[in-house]
Nanobody
Framework: QVQLVESGGGLVQAGGSLRLSCAAS??????YAWFRQAPGKEREFVAAITWTVHYADSMKERFTISRDNAKNTVFLQMNSLKPEDTAVYYC????????????????????WGQGTQVTVSS
């Protein structure tokens, strides 16, 4: 059974850090990504990793995506968190390796986790 399970969300003060994890089972994936969705907002791209890494411009220099292929797990290290980072963070995966344009597209991903809440207090 294919499953993506996020963990690591929680409440953190502005300027703090969190490390999100997404454990995949049932398949191996070429592409992993993180998206986030704040209340009343569209789900937006955060970061992706294939053979290289991709970031939304607003997340560069603060967030780092990485993967452990042996454990079939992807991580998102989030530093210098701001209140505007508050959102539900979703892990996504695609069997195919996605190009630069496609990694930012929700429809490109085959599988999604249920999300983990990140709340940043001011």
């Amino acid at each position: 059974q294919v499953q993506l399970v996020e963990s690591g969300g929680g409440l953190v003060q502005a300027g703090g850090s969190l490390r999100l994890s997404c454990a995949a089972s049932g398949r191996t994936f070429s592409t992993y990504a993180w998206f986030r969705q704040a209340p009343g907002k569209e789900r937006e791209f955060v970061a992706a990793i294939t053979w290289t890494v991709h970031y939304a411009d607003s997340m560069k220099e603060r967030f780092t995506i990485s993967r452990d292929n042996a454990k079939n797990t992807v991580f998102l290290q989030m530093n210098s968190l701001k209140p505007e980072d508050t959102a539900v963070y979703y892990c996504a995966a695609a069997i195919a390796g996605l190009g630069t344009g496609m990694v930012k597209t929700r429809d490109a991903y085959n599988w999604w986790g249920q999300g983990t809440q990140v709340t940043v207090s001011s």
